[in-house]
C-alpha cells in the first residue's frame, strides 16, 4: 500500500529510516532522469563519506569495553609541598561515537564531454547542523559560483536551511522545501525558484535544468518517493501507532493530522 501521508512521509525522516531512504531516493531520481536525458545526457549518484560524531548522553561513568587501565599517581619529589584537593566529577559525561556517514547526491553530465551540467542536492542532517552545515553552504557556494544549475531537495524539517534565501517568512513555517537555480550565460544574477511545501501537501514535479537550448526535464518527486516506500516495505516498517519522529509538528499540521490520521 502507498503512503498514508499525500506527500513526504515524516516518518522516513526517523534517525533509522532516514539513511536507507536517502540512499534509496538518490538511485530512483537518478534511474528516473535516465529515462528521459539519454543519450545526450546521464545521470549518476555521487556519494561522498564523512565523519560524524554522535554523542551520547551517559548518567555514569563510562568506560571502554576493552579495558580499563588505571593511572600511576605520581610520586612527589621529597621535600616538596603537595596542596591536596577534591575533585569533584563533572555532572555531565557524554560518550562521542565516531562513525561514517554517506551523503548522496544525483548528479547530470553532458555524455560526449563528462561535463557537469546539474547538481541535485538532497540534504541529510549532517547538512543541516554544526560543521556538516557550514561545509555545505561552502559546496552550495562552489555550485551557485560555477556555470552549473543547483537543484536542492529538503524533506527534513529538523535543522537549519542551508540558503539565506530561505530564512524569511511564508518559508520559514514550510515543512519542506524544494529548490531550482539556474545558472544563465546571459544573466550573471542566480535567482532561486523556491517551492514551499507543507507536511498536508503533494510534492510537486520539479523542473531539473539541461544545457541551453535543451528543455528541462520534469522530476516527479512524489511518484519517487511512493516508489521508494513500495520497495523498502515502508508500509509495514514504519510505526504510524507511534507519534511522528523529531521534530515537533508545527500546531498546524499536528491539527491537520488528527483529523487524517496515519492508520
Known amino acids: 500500500m502507498p503512503s498514508p501521508f499525500p506527500g513526504m512521509d515524516p516518518y522516513l525522516e526517523a534517525r533509522n529510516i532516514w539513511p536507507g531512504f536517502h540512499h534509496r531516493l538518490a538511485d530512483e531520481l537518478a534511474d528516473r532522469l535516465n529515462r528521459y536525458i539519454g543519450p545526450k545526457y546521464y545521470a549518476d549518484v555521487d556519494v561522498h563519506t564523512v565523519v560524524e560524531d554522535i554523542s551520547i548522553s551517559a548518567s555514569k561513568t563510562v568506560y571502554p569495553d576493552v579495558g580499563v587501565v588505571e593511572p600511576m599517581t605520581p610520586t612527589p619529589p621529597v621535600g616538596s609541598v603537595v596542596a591536596e584537593a577534591v575533585m569533584s566529577p563533572a555532572p555531565i559525561q557524554r560518550l ?5 556517514a554517506k551523503l548522496r547526491s544525483v ?37 551557485l559560483n560555477a556555470p552549473v544549475h543547483l537543484v536542492e531537495i529538503d524533506l527534513l524539517r529538523s535543522g537549519r536551511r542551508p540558503g539565506p ?13 524544494l529548490l531550482v537555480n539556474r545558472s544563465r550565460e546571459d544573466d550573471p544574477r542566480r535567482i532561486s525558484e523556491i ?10 514535479a520539479l523542473p531539473v535544468p539541461l544545457a541551453p537550448p535543451d528543455p528541462d526535464v520534469g522530476l516527479d518527486l512524489n511518484a519517487a518517493i511512493q516508489a521508494v516506500y513500495a520497495r523498502a516495505g515502508y508500509d509495514w516498517r514504519l510505526h504510524y501507532d507511534q507519534p511522528v519522529p523529531p521534530p515537533k509538528l508545527r500546531p498546524e499540521m499536528a491539527d491537520w493530522l488528527v483529523q487524517h490520521p496515519a492508520d
Open 165 to 177: 534565501e530561505v530564512d524569511d517568512p511564508p518559508l520559514d513555517e514550510a515543512d519542506y522545501i
Open 107 to 143: 548528479r547530470v553530465y553532458i555524455t560526449e564531454t563528462d561535463e557537469l551540467v546539474t547538481a541535485i542536492e538532497i540534504l541529510s542532517p549532517y547538512n543541516k547542523r554544526g560543521e556538516g552545515l557550514a561545509e555545505y553552504r561552502l559546496k552550495r557556494s562552489t555550485l
Open 195 to 204: 517551492w514551499p511545501v507543507q507536511l498536508s501537501e503533494v510534492l510537486p
Open 96 to 100: 562521542v561515537v565516531t562513525g561514517q
